[in-house]
């Protein structure tokens, strides 16, 4: 199930993933493998849970909690468990005493990084060459025309 990467080395690729997340116009995916590794890390023990935070950003008006977890010496949210509800303690409002160290690796080197923890294969697209089509034109409702038109 994947290979043995330092914790170190990992730690750093999910910070890096998680900043990049955090400005990216599309950053499901970035969330999701963040989300993943960081759930494999906790199944073998190489990271811990701290407790719950009150999320800076609230979700529609409602305030919500987030999971604190430890990564070598490197801190971040998950959403939580119903388990983490019972068996962390709450720290209330987000400390920011709990601050990752800064850390300069690029975004493709922690996704290959990533990649190969978690096994993940990206999915092939096949790439579609999109028709063109003037943003001028309008097809008539008018029965069916064709366009161009074809010379008889």
């Known amino acids: 199930m994947g290979e043995q990467i330092p914790l170190h080395e990992l730690a750093k690729a999910i910070y890096t993933i998680n900043r990049h997340a955090k400005t990216a116009p599309e950053p499901k995916h970035l969330y999701y493998i963040k989300k ?30 987030t999971s604190l977890v430890k990564v070598d010496n490197y801190y971040f949210h998950v959403p939580p468990t119903k388990t983490d509800f019972k068996e962390l303690k709450h720290l209330g409002t987000l400390d920011q005493s709990y601050r990752n160290p800064k850390t300069r690796m690029s975004l493709s080197q922690a996704k290959r990084i990533i990649y190969r923890y978690i096994d993940w294969k990206p999915k092939k697209h096949r790439h579609q060459k999109k028709q063109y089509t003037s943003p001028y034109y309008t097809p008539s409702s008018l029965g069916k025309m064709e366009w161009p038109p074809r010379r008889t």
Request: hydrophobic share 25%; glycine share 4%.
């Open 36 to 65: 993943k590794t960081i759930q494999r890390l906790l199944q073998e023990k190489r990271a811990t849970k701290i407790g719950l935070h009150f999320s800076d950003h609230p979700k529609r008006s409602n305030q919500h909690s």
